[in-house]
């Protein structure tokens, strides 16, 4: 089996997994909400087509089915739109209940998503939240960086005055910045330890993508490691061309290596290509030759490769790691916090999206996710959890959009019967999710596009 249909293997669990726990849960959420307000729901559905799986359950005999395309799913109530219904259950079906109901029905499905990342990001801070601190060396020269003028050293602690305690939410925190403001604030602590504010003017500065790192866009440059090799993955490019563990190396094809960073710069562009690397091993100078192999690395596309890690000595772990964590109250509040702060800047980012000011190409399809899906189950129960938290999130906030055929229009459609008093005609709801449904398959060819030509890119 070849690299890459070995690797696209090691996804397809982890992006079943994270498909069927999100629909579950969306599901789950209409689900639930219709029980308890006394409508017959006659099937619970995890995906579409023919079941794989099949039981009746509860003195209404409700079908819970896993079938065979598994692309979302449903949840099937007693309507008389859909069939003869007997008049003593005339009052539990869905088309009979009080538009109030019917509003909680369809809104409660993405409600639970929504929900559900409160719960992921309340435990992730309770556990407590690995990440990077955000210390800074030298800005990448003509960024907006440089111009704000970072220094080496500069520790950022805030941005437009909200904290940022890792490198993530920071590139977090930027990205929503530069959707409202072309002038950001950046609150950082200097090698001396005084506070100091820099200014990121964004009016030189390229549209952000989706396809970079953020904080590299903007010219910052975290704080690196020593160009120290500290493990040497078995099979790969770097044991194969005799790389050992406290190799450091000193230079590649006669350019000089400063730390990991540039070292993972210059390796990442250059997949294929045979290198000349000058390392010291035991205080003596020693040349290797190696070609990287050519690897998927979400959307940066295919990259170069060794197969090597870096050694961090003790005090500049000390010095970079920092662990977030909160008690079950305030964890719980900055899971809200986090839910609605990635909900709204989901929001504006489609808006960003409709008036041309954000690429189309952000927009992300089922081989990008299962790609993400596989790195994040690679690396740690947290990461995946965190990244199932990011998808419900989209999920959410996608059905709630106001397109019929999603939830969010035909919560529109009853919110103009709440208005008029009366139900859109049939005709004018059947015309709406006809547009519906051509809109989404668009989007949906859209997001393959792009996944597509991110993978053959």
Same mark, same amino acid.
């Given at each position: 089996?070849?690299?890459?249909?070995?690797?696209?293997?090691?996804?397809?669990?982890?992006?079943?997994?994270?498909?069927?726990?999100?629909?579950?849960?969306?599901?789950?959420?209409?689900?639930?909400?219709?029980? +308890?307000?006394?409508?017959?729901?006659?099937?619970?559905?995890?995906?579409?087509?023919?079941?794989?799986?099949?039981?009746?359950?509860?003195?209404?005999?409700?079908?819970?089915?896993?079938?065979?395309?598994?692309?979302?799913?449903?949840? @099937?109530?007693?309507? !008389?739109?859909?069939?003869?219904?007997?008049?003593? !259950?005339?009052? +539990?079906?869905?088309?009979?209940?009080?538009?109030?109901?019917?509003?909680?029905?369809?809104?409660?499905?993405?409600?639970?998503?929504?929900?559900?990342?409160?719960?992921?990001?309340?435990?992730?801070?309770?556990?407590?939240?690995?990440?990077?601190?955000?210390?800074?060396?030298?800005?990448?020269?003509?960024?907006?960086?440089? @111009?704000?003028?970072?220094?080496?050293? %500069?520790?950022?602690?805030?941005?437009?005055?909200?904290?940022?305690?890792?490198?993530?939410?920071?590139?977090?925190?930027?990205?929503?910045?530069?959707?409202?403001?072309?002038?950001?604030?950046?609150?950082?602590? %200097?090698?001396?330890?005084?506070?100091?504010? +820099?200014?990121? %003017?964004?009016?030189?500065?390229?549209?952000?993508?989706?396809?970079? %790192?953020?904080?590299?866009?903007?010219?910052?440059?975290?704080?690196?490691?020593?160009?120290?090799?500290?493990?040497?993955?078995?099979?790969?490019?770097?044991?194969?061309?005799?790389?050992?563990?406290?190799?450091?190396?000193?230079?590649?094809?006669?350019?000089?290596?400063?730390?990991?960073?540039?070292?993972?710069?210059?390796?990442?562009?250059?997949?294929?290509?045979?290198?000349?690397?000058?390392? !010291?091993?035991?205080?003596?100078?020693?040349?290797?030759?190696?070609?990287?192999?050519?690897?998927?690395?979400?959307?940066?596309?295919?990259?170069?490769?060794?197969?090597?890690?870096?050694?961090?000595?003790?005090?500049?772990?000390?010095?970079?790691?920092?662990?977030?964590?909160?008690?079950?109250? +305030?964890?719980?509040?900055?899971?809200?916090?986090?839910?609605?702060?990635?909900?709204?800047?989901?929001?504006?980012?489609?808006?960003?999206?409709?008036? *041309?000011?954000?690429?189309?190409?952000?927009?992300? *399809?089922?081989?990008?996710?299962?790609?993400?899906?596989?790195?994040?189950?690679?690396?740690?129960?947290?990461?995946?959890?965190?990244?199932?938290?990011?998808?419900?999130?989209?999920?959410?906030?996608?059905?709630?959009?106001?397109?019929?055929?999603?939830?969010?229009?035909?919560?529109?459609?009853?919110?103009? !019967?709440?208005?008029?008093?009366?139900?859109?005609?049939?005709?004018?709801?059947?015309?709406?999710?006809?547009?519906?449904?051509?809109?989404?398959?668009?989007?949906?060819?859209?997001?393959?596009?792009?996944?597509?030509?991110?993978?053959?890119?």
């Amino acid at each position: 089996m070849s690299q890459s249909l070995w690797s696209s293997a090691s996804y397809l669990l982890p992006f079943i997994l994270t498909l069927g726990v999100l629909i579950t849960v969306h599901e789950f959420g209409h689900f639930w909400v219709a029980r +308890r307000l006394g409508v017959k729901v006659l099937r619970f559905s995890i995906g579409f087509g023919a079941p794989l799986w099949l039981r009746r359950s509860g003195v209404d005999g409700t079908e819970f089915a896993i079938t065979a395309i598994p692309l979302g799913g449903y949840v @099937r109530m007693l309507d !008389e739109r859909e069939g003869p219904v007997a008049a003593a !259950e005339l009052p +539990r079906a869905f088309n009979r209940q009080p538009v109030g109901n019917r509003i909680a029905i369809v809104v409660a499905g993405p409600l639970f998503n929504l929900l559900f990342a409160v719960l992921a990001y309340s435990l992730l801070f309770m556990t407590g939240v690995g990440g990077i601190r955000p210390l800074l060396d030298a800005p990448l020269p003509d960024s907006a960086a440089a @111009r704000a003028g970072f220094e080496p050293g %500069d520790l950022i602690t805030a941005v437009a005055g909200q904290s940022t305690p890792t490198l993530q939410a920071v590139g977090m925190a930027l990205l929503e910045q530069s959707l409202e403001r072309e002038r950001i604030p950046v609150q950082v602590q %200097d090698e001396a330890g005084q506070l100091r504010l +820099r200014i990121l %003017d964004l009016q030189q500065q390229k549209p952000l993508t989706g396809d970079d %790192d953020v904080l590299n866009q903007f010219g910052l440059a975290p704080w690196s490691v020593p160009a120290t090799v500290g493990q040497v993955l078995e099979g790969k490019p770097g044991q194969r061309a005799g790389f050992l563990p406290g190799d450091r190396i000193l230079s590649i094809d006669g350019h000089t290596i400063k730390d990991w960073r540039q070292l993972v710069a210059y390796v990442q562009t250059r997949p294929g290509q045979t290198l000349t690397v000058a390392i !010291e091993r035991g205080g003596q100078p020693k040349t290797l030759r190696v070609i990287p192999e050519a690897a998927e690395d979400g959307a940066q596309g295919k990259v170069g490769k060794i197969g090597i890690g870096g050694q961090v000595p003790e005090e500049v772990a000390a010095r970079l790691q920092v662990v977030v964590r909160y008690g079950p109250f +305030r964890a719980i509040m900055e899971g809200i916090a986090k839910t609605w702060d990635t909900s709204w800047f989901t929001l504006r980012m489609l808006g960003r999206m409709l008036i *041309g000011k954000v690429s189309l190409s952000n927009i992300s *399809g089922p081989i990008t996710i299962a790609k993400f899906a596989g790195q994040a189950a690679s690396v740690g129960l947290a990461a995946f959890l965190s990244f199932l938290a990011l998808v419900s999130i989209s999920l959410g906030v996608l059905n709630l959009l106001p397109v019929p055929i999603l939830d969010g229009g035909h919560l529109l459609y009853y919110l103009i !019967e709440l208005i008029k008093g009366s139900p859109l005609s049939d005709v004018a709801q059947e015309l709406g999710q006809r547009l519906g449904l051509v809109l989404l398959v668009m989007l949906m060819g859209l997001a393959l596009f792009n996944d597509l030509s991110r993978l053959l890119g």
